[in-house]
């Protein structure tokens, strides 16, 4: 690795990088201002490669494409084989608005001095410390990639929500691989339980409990949505360990599913209670910290919105009714053990411990209840993978850094390397955070420019990427396959029919993958 121990006294302070997100600064008066001051300039010429081409790599190299005179060249390469990364694959078909912004994505593809290079996977095709030697700098904004486990026995029964996101959303190549590895008939299913309560999972709810017609303005395969809308699902229960003031999801997401006429959302009286302990209280007190108003709408949007169940009978009662769709809430419940593929058991869990410092404790392992359900399916959150030759904190499951440069094993800044988006901080917030993130990043290059410390570099390109030995994908080769996927989508009245398998890119591209 080609370490730079002076870059750290170079480093912009945290207070340095924050004044640029003062609310002043946003005021119309001091854009230009501003938009001065984040530019770079400098009459050095400069090529970076950005790893991952989804919200964290779009925005860094729209970032660095601003420079004042074009002086700077952006590579952004991807495993994947079309651009945008979770905007495609995780972001759920029916968020079209959520979606669209991939359209914004596309100018910065469009700009002479960026190229995609898609069906590049770092680790394997090219190694990271050739990147290093032939570049000026190297992003790494790879994601979060892998879905982290309960670690509980019987795991392996549980299905994983990232494994029904891929296909909803038609991952390339991934609609038979998942037909074949469920074990369970889809047309079977009237019940569904997530362990997990944030945004995913509300996702999930809302795709299971939401009808064909309701889904049909969105980019859901034609396929997935022939088999996804057989069942009758009746109901989605989230079942998480704390109480409904430390709910995951966001007021925005519960609010939509609540919306839904045929839906109506449960509460469990008694774990309503439970949830009203003093630390709870003080915690969705505004001006108690920065997240109490959110916490006191959320909570008093549930309370408002939600049936209060009595008792497990009037629970029975209510599942068995049909005359419309259930979302139930759970809280308190820590998963101990997947008996079957239909049955866990969990642990009643108490929280513990100051304001904000909750601690979630099991206090009576021997009670246990177990809870059935036709489908389990787990989301709770993700790690970004180890690449090669890159630093890597098992605890945190992020690339290490200081404010986006990436750390070595003894603390050292690695001259050259920065990092961003879900690889940076973890696998948390949505994508307005992630521009924020990258901004950051952003931020450290620009000021590593200004100092002088980064190596001019001009035919990187050339160097690396043309020894490839397989076929990459410009957006050229991409620009084709999204137009022939709207296409298909206008006839069917979709904003895109997207196709499943690599071999329609290839037939449209004209070469081999
Ligand atoms: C299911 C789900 C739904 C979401 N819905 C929303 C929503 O509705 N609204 C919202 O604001 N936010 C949403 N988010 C959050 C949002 O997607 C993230 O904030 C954002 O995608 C993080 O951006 P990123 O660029 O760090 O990672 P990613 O979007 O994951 O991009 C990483 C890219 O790196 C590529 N890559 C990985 N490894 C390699 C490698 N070795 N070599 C080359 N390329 C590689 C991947 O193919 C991918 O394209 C959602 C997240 C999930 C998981």
Known sequence: MIRGPSARAFLPNRAFCSQFYTSDNYNPKFKDDIRKKNQIRSDREYTFCIIGSGPAGFYTAKSLLKSENGSIKVDILDSSPHPYGLVRNGVAPDHQSMKKIQYDYDEVFKNKNCQFYGNVTVGEDIQILDLLRNYSGVILAYGAGAERDIGIEGEHHLTSATDIINWYNGKLDYFQEFQDSINFDMKDLRDISVIGNGNVATDLARIFLKTKEELKDSDMPSPVMDILKEPEINSVSLVARR???QSAFTTKEVRELSKLPQIKMYL??????????????LEATPGSSIYARAINRRTTFLEKTCIHLENNDHYEEVLNDSSHKKLFLRYFMSPSKVLDQ???????TELEGEAEKQRCVVKSPEERVTLKSDL?????????????GVPYDADTFTVP????????????IIKGLYVCGWAKRGPVGIIDATLRDSFETYRVIKNHIDQDLLDSRIDSTKKTLYNLEKSFVTYRDWAKVMYYEDERGKKIGKPREKYLWTEDYENII???L
């Open 376 to 388: 389990w399916l787990k989301s709770v959150g993700y790690k970004t993978i180890p690449m090669p």
């Open 268 to 281: 469990f009286k008694e774990e309503l209670e439970k949830s009203r302990n003093e630390a709870s209280l």
């Open 243 to 245: 109480g409904i003031y």
């Open 401 to 412: 850094n200081e404010m986006g440069c990436v750390l070595s094993d003894n603390g050292e």
């Open 510 to 512: 004209g070469k081999a």
């Open 342 to 348: 239909n049955s866990i058991e969990f642990n009643i």
